[in-house]
Structure formats: structure tokens, C-alpha cells
């Protein structure tokens, strides 16, 4: 089992799903070395959501699996900011924790996710099923018409149930549950359970 040194930058609910664009504003002296680091080695970095309404001493919970990407993009600020973009490549389940101090470093392996490719007919379907219930949330929320729009080009998504995921909120649980799923079918029938509920809550 290969093992890969990975920092993590954990903020509450703040999920990185694959195939996902996340834009990070970086301020904190303890992370702008983190993203120093990053860049020096390779320029990858995961995401450790925790519990927004978490309470505690020391230091929130990691979850066990996290998402992590790529950094695509750094725009440097004159006082030592930060903004950037992080493109969600996949999923990591955490072996240790070389250090917490001044920022986490964790020893990561890789996991496989399923991808969109030459799927079932079935599958297909249900993808599409997930497309128009996630449309009727959106809408009902207010969302802008580009972006519906947009909704439509999911079914050539690397992984479009992932993505789908990204734009909707849900518990913190039921979202980590999400993400932690790698067989792209059962990832589907999850999300679809638990979109035709939010469908009928409207």
C-alpha cells in the first residue's frame, strides 16, 4: 500500500468533490505556509470538513475519508492573501497524521472512483432522473438561469453525480456519506433517495 504526504485544510462544511471547482480565499499566516507548501509539492491539496455547529477543545475532527484536489490557480495579494482554485480530482482515506502543527500533514492513499464513462443504459437513466430533480431544487431556490442551463452539459460529467452533490445542501452526514461512495451506481440511488426527499419537503 503506497502511501502519499497530503496537507489538509479543514473548514466546517466545506466539502471537495471530484470534478468540483472550489475557490479558497487563504489569509491565515499558518495557511498561507500551507499553500506555500502545496505549491512546492505539487500543488495538491485536501479538504477536512468538520461540523459548522462542532464545539470542542483543541483542534476539530478529520474525517477518515477527505476529498482532495489540484490547485488550477493562485492569484497573490500585495499583503501576503491568497485566492485560489482547487479542482476536485478525487478521494483519500487518511493512514496517519504526520503533523498538526502549523498546518496538517497527513499520510493519504489514494482511492478509485467510477467515472462516467461507457455506462449502463440504466445508469444513464438515473443520471438524468438526479438532472431534473436537482433543476426543480435549484429553481425553487432561486438559482439563475445559466446555471440550469449549464445543469444539462452533467451528462457528459466525469462524475456528474459528484457534481451534483456539490450544488445542493444536505447534512453533514448524509454529504460525507456522498462523498465517501466510490461505485458510481449506488452513489446515484443514494443521491436520488435523498433528492426526491428534498423534492417532496418543498
Keep these: 500500500m503506497s502511501t502519499f504526504p497530503l496537507p489538509l485544510f479543514p473548514l466546517p462544511d466545506v466539502f471537495l468533490f ?14 498561507r505556509m500551507m499553500l506555500d507548501f502545496c505549491m512546492e509539492n505539487g500543488g495538491e491539496l485536501g ?3 468538520y461540523p459548522k455547529n462542532w464545539i470542542g477543545a483543541g483542534a476539530p475532527p478529520i474525517p477518515e475519508i477527505v476529498g482532495y484536489g489540484h490547485i488550477i490557480q493562485k492569484e497573490s495579494l500585495p499583503d501576503g492573501r491568497s485566492n485560489i ?13 504526520d503533523s498538526t502543527e502549523p498546518f496538517y500533514i497527513a499520510q493519504i ?4 472512483h467510477e467515472r ?3 455506462v449502463s443504459e440504466s445508469l444513464k437513466e438515473k443520471i438524468e432522473e438526479l438532472l431534473v430533480l436537482t433543476k426543480r431544487i435549484l429553481l425553487a431556490e432561486g438559482a439563475e438561469e445559466d446555471l440550469i442551463l449549464k445543469m444539462n452539459q452533467i451528462l457528459v460529467h466525469p462524475f456528474p453525480v459528484d457534481f451534483i ?6 447534512d453533514f452526514k448524509t454529504k460525507q456519506t456522498i462523498l465517501e461512495t466510490t461505485h458510481l ?3 446515484a440511488d443514494l443521491l436520488k433517495t435523498i433528492l426526491l426527499g428534498l423534492n417532496l419537503s418543498e
Design 116 to 118: 462516467n464513462k461507457n
Design 47 to 49: 479538504m477536512a470538513p
Design 85 to 97: 482554485i482547487l479542482e476536485g480530482i478525487g478521494t483519500a482515506e487518511i493512514v496517519s497524521l
Design 18 to 31: 471530484p470534478g468540483m471547482f472550489l475557490p479558497l480565499h487563504i489569509f491565515e499566516p499558518r495557511y
Design 185 to 187: 451506481e449506488t452513489k
Design 165 to 170: 452533490a456539490s450544488l445542493i445542501y444536505f
Design 109 to 112: 492513499v489514494r482511492r478509485e
